[in-house]
């Protein structure tokens, strides 16, 4: 028995010994540094981040899946600038609309039933963009099913640095959503807007289907650096 008491004791320490020792060593799986959420490098985070960095506002009419960009935070919109980010997105084309860029693909700019292309018989703009974000796209959408009326469901919560910027209450007529983004970008030239298709509809039915998959992406070119567009639209 003493012997065998003996013979524990000293595979208990050494079993201590070896923990200890273990606890010493650094690990050979190192965690990931936990470092800031850097937006995803496709075209939408790079529109943003070149409408933020050079403070002009931007409506981004774009398809999935987005072309893969690099991060270009700090980099400017500038002609330049936009036409490299061209060459690296087949299918896409930019113009300036008064103080505004518009990127767009040109499929889905062409498209019969892209609702951006449908006529608002009569359109009142709202007190600030806030609210125009948390309407619009409802209304907007609307028009494939020929609801031409003002108001209807809200997209989302409201955003703080969007109530700032107040808008001079109008009445536009017989513009489509596109003219009216194009109006209140250059009333209020602080703002993006980022809409990422599923696909470019090919029918009507098929646009109303997945009309409801459709992502609309708003924000301050005040804001700081956040990721938009991160998760593709639903096909529905």
């Known amino acids: 028995m003493p012997r065998?008491?003996?013979?524990?004791l000293i595979a208990t320490l050494l079993s201590c010994a070896c923990?200890?020792?273990?606890?010493?060593q650094p690990s050979t799986h190192h965690p990931r540094p936990q470092g800031p959420n850097l937006?995803?490098?496709d075209l939408a985070n790079a529109l943003v981040q070149m409408a933020r960095a050079a403070h002009i506002p931007l409506i981004a009419e774009l398809v999935w899946p987005l072309p893969t960009i690099p991060t270009a935070e700090g980099v400017p919109l500038t002609p330049d600038k936009l036409n490299e980010l061209v060459k690296q997105s087949p299918g896409y084309e930019w113009k300036m609309e008064g103080k505004a860029v518009h990127f767009y693909n040109k499929k889905l700019r062409q498209a019969r039933f892209n609702f951006l292309n449908f006529k608002i018989p009569?359109?009142?703009?709202?007190?600030?963009i806030s609210t125009l974000?948390?309407?619009f796209p409802g209304q907007a959408e609307g028009l494939l099913q020929g609801y031409t009326a003002q108001g209807g469901a809200t997209t989302g919560w409201g955003d703080a640095l969007l109530e700032k910027e107040k808008l001079q209450r109008d009445t536009l007529e017989n513009d489509t959503p596109l003219e009216v983004l194009i109006h209140v970008a250059n009333e209020s030239p602080t703002f993006y807007v980022a809409i990422v298709f599923p696909r470019v509809p090919p029918t009507k039915d098929?646009?109303?289907e997945m009309k409801q998959g459709v992502v609309w992406q708003w924000g301050s070119l005040n804001e700081k650096l956040r990721a938009?567009?991160?998760?593709?639209p639903q096909d529905k």
């Open 4 to 8: 065998l008491f003996s013979f524990l």
């Open 122 to 128: 009569r359109f009142t703009i709202p007190p600030d």
């Open 206 to 208: 098929a646009a109303i």
């Open 39 to 41: 937006p995803p490098k």
């Open 228 to 232: 938009v567009g991160v998760q593709p």
């Open 133 to 135: 974000e948390l309407w």
């Open 19 to 24: 923990v200890a020792a273990a606890q010493g």
